[in-house]
């Protein structure tokens, strides 16, 4: 049974670029929730999506949107890039937003 | 205040021993907690979860809530050096919070030989 699947695993991009991330979630969950982990924190929340809807939004700027696909997959798309968007960016499926289990990580590096 | 705060680290703990790691959280109302462990490069790892006051224990690890306090914590008994890593502590709230971790800022735990 695969676990959260990422993609890509590691990212460069120059500010003002625009970046979409992946995620696959574990078999049978149907809630996605995206966090963003800057070096020696803890991750921070940006969104949760379930039904392909946004169910809830941490402190993140409009420049992170997002989409839930019908088979439970998500994007996490950041447009303007900044410096400071550098950070490795998770997301963890579960179930009805039970438990959740986290993906690989994308690392974005922003140059 | 951070909604989640947890013990200033790093704690270094002789190979065998009990490590102990502490959590306070400031929302009352979060109603689960969970504890992730993160090794360096990697991502969190779900270790256990606990939502009603008491003990819970699975194998080598215990957690222990106390909602009147506030306050969580991990035991990790007859620590091994596979155990060093960063310890996570989350808390998720209920109704349209449900499913939203706020994590603390990690607790780094060594253990040494």
């Known amino acids: 049974d695969a676990g959260v699947t990422q993609s890509p695993t590691h990212l460069i991009k120059t500010r003002g670029q625009q970046v979409t991330l992946r995620c696959s979630p574990k078999s049978g969950h149907d809630t996605v929730s995206w966090y963003q982990q800057a070096l020696g924190q803890g991750p921070q929340f940006i969104f949760q999506?379930?039904?392909?809807?946004?169910?809830q939004r941490g402190n993140f700027p409009d420049r992170f949107s997002g989409h839930q696909f019908p088979n439970y997959s998500s994007e996490l798309n950041v447009n303007a890039l900044l410096l400071g968007d550098s950070a490795l960016y998770l997301c963890?499926?579960?179930?009805?937003?039970?438990?959740?289990?986290f993906g690989q990580g994308t690392r974005l590096t922003v140059v | 205040q951070k909604e989640v705060e947890q013990n200033s680290g790093p704690l270094s703990v002789p190979e065998g021993a009990i490590a102990s790691l502490n959590c306070t959280y400031s929302d009352r109302g979060s109603q689960s907690f969970f504890w992730y462990r993160q090794y360096s490069g990697k991502s969190p790892e779900l270790i256990m979860f606990i939502y009603s006051n008491g003990d819970k224990e699975d194998g080598r690890f215990t957690a222990q809530l106390n909602k009147a306090s506030q306050y969580v914590s991990l035991l990790i008994r007859d620590s091994q050096p596979s155990d060093s890593a960063t310890y996570l502590c989350?808390?998720?709230?209920?109704?349209?919070?449900?499913?939203?971790?706020?994590f603390g800022q990690g607790t780094i735990l060594t253990v040494h030989p």
């Open positions: 989350a808390a998720t709230a209920g109704g349209t919070s449900y499913g939203k971790l706020t």
């Open positions: 963890a499926s579960s179930l009805w937003g039970l438990e959740a289990f």
């Open positions: 999506y379930y039904e392909e809807e946004e169910r």
